[in-house]
Antibody
Framework: EVQLVESGGGLVQPGGSLTLSCAAS????????MTWVRQAPGKGLEWVGN????????HCVDSVKGRFTISRDNAKNSLYLQINSLRAEDTAVYYC????????????WGQGTLVTVSS | QSALTQPPSASGSPGQSVTISCTGT?????????VSWYQQHPGKAPKLMIY???KRPSGVPDRFSGSKSGNTASLTVSGLQAEDEADYYC??????????FGTGTKVTVL
């Protein structure tokens, strides 16, 4: 059974840093692009970015470039999202998702982890 | 990159059909046949309903269908059922590895 489990969320002060993790199981992790999507409380979905199968290439939405870094460790079946210089507007539930075959085919999702940026 | 435009809400009675639009530009929806639709129930992760404009993943009822004309994509839910009440989001490829979501539509089954 495919499972994605996010962790690492919590309350962080503005300007702080955080690394979110996504533990994958039930499939060959190294064969799939992986994606991060976030959702601010009561708001819509926002694509954050993704990373290629071997981790050599990643892409982030313009609004977070320079602050967010997406990486993975295929030996640990884990995906990461490092967030620096946290702002109040980064407060959101962060989801990881597997990119299945086909474009924008995010076929499995984690349950999400909440990041709250507040002093 | 601006969010794609969706109506905030849509509704229909059980058994009826509802169609949700997703309007972008020639740089996203109109430029690629890479539009997906996700369903999200409150407090849950999104679920893929349609990808590449009109392809339906296995397990998704054939009551759900997608189409595209110009810069506007559409999701139609036929034979509405109570469990279809949820938020629906479109997403499009926007070139240069970028993706953009729609603003979301809350579907209510009357």
């Amino acid at each position: 059974e495919v499972q994605l489990v996010e962790s690492g969320g919590g309350l962080v002060q503005p300007g702080g840093s955080l690394t979110l993790s996504c533990a994958a199981s039930g499939f060959t992790f190294s064969s799939y692009w992986m994606t991060w999507v976030r959702q601010a409380p009561g708001k819509g979905l926002e694509w954050v970015g993704n990373v290629i199968q071997d981790g050599s290439e990643s892409h982030c939405v313009d609004s977070v470039k320079g602050r967010f870094t997406i990486s993975r460790d295929n030996a640990k079946n884990s995906l990461y999202l490092q967030i620096n210089s946290l702002r109040a507007e980064d407060t959101a539930v962060y989801y990881c998702a597997r990119e299945g075959s086909g474009w924008l085919n995010w076929d499995y999702w984690g349950q999400g982890t909440l990041v709250t940026v507040s002093s | 990159q601006s969010a794609l435009t969706q109506p905030p809400s849509a509704s229909g009675s059980p058994g009826q059909s509802v169609t949700i639009s997703c309007t972008g530009t020639s740089s996203d929806v109109g430029g690629y046949n890479y539009v997906s639709w996700y369903q999200q129930h409150p407090g849950k992760a999104p679920k893929l309903m349609i990808y590449e404009v009109s392809k339906r993943p296995s397990g998704v009822p054939d009551r759900f269908s997608g189409s595209k004309s110009g810069n506007t994509a559409s999701l139609t839910v036929s034979g509405l059922q109570a469990e279809d009440e949820a938020d629906y989001y479109c997403i499009s490829y926007a070139g240069s590895h970028m993706k953009v979501f729609g603003t979301g539509t809350k579907v209510t089954v009357l």
